[in-house]
């Protein structure tokens, strides 16, 4: 299986190599992770469940982090035993810059080629791919929201909201609606 993408992340990129690399912020955004530990230089012990298609297991391995280029870029090897529901190893790449376009936050590129054995090689390509895919987006959303706990919304998220409240109320007066003065009693 092969995968890749393109995030536009809401905060700085300093503040997302800081949450890519800190382990109780991996645990709560990855779907299912119970664990992700630092168990020496650059390696970490992960235990997680997974679910595809009809098939439930739970995966303990390891990862490691090499060619670390704060706060840029670094490439991750994984291995994972769920039992007799198989395996899943392999590599991914995820690299941090600015937005090409000059604006706020960051963008992460991230690539990942993984093989799986067992049942859940059985499961046929298509099903393993929509999973890996939509574990990844459950991935950036937890990690959206996390960033958006520690850091608030993105600036042009406060923008937005900042707007709206004085568009509704200039809506609200074209019809009418506005604060109306109190009758004379």
């Known amino acids: 299986m092969e995968m890749l993408g393109n995030r536009r992340l809401g905060v700085t990129q300093q503040q997302a190599w800081e949450a890519l690399n800190d382990p109780e912020t991996l645990k709560k955004c990855i779907p299912g992770c119970d664990k992700f530990e630092l168990t020496g230089d650059n390696q970490y012990t992960v235990g997680l469940a997974l679910k595809i298609g009809p098939v439930s297991a739970k995966f303990t391995g390891k990862v490691s982090l090499a060619d670390i280029v704060p706060p840029e870029s670094y490439k991750l090897s994984f291995e994972g035993q769920g039992g007799v529901a198989g395996f899943a190893k392999g590599a991914s790449s995820?690299?941090?810059?600015?937005?090409?376009?000059?604006?706020?936050?960051?963008?992460?590129?991230?690539?990942?080629?993984?093989?799986v054995g067992g049942k859940i090689a059985q499961m046929g390509q298509r099903l393993i791919d929509g999973a890996a895919k939509s574990?990844?987006?459950d991935f950036f959303k937890r990690f959206d929201a996390e960033m958006q706990s520690r850091y608030g919304p993105p600036p042009e998220a406060t923008a937005e909201v900042a707007e709206k409240p004085g568009a509704v109320a200039g809506f609200m007066k074209k019809l009418g609606l506005g604060k109306q003065a109190e009758p004379d009693a």
């Open 135 to 137: 574990t990844a987006d």
């Open 94 to 115: 995820v690299s941090l810059k600015p937005p090409a376009d000059g604006g706020e936050g960051c963008e992460l590129d991230y690539t990942v080629q993984a093989q």
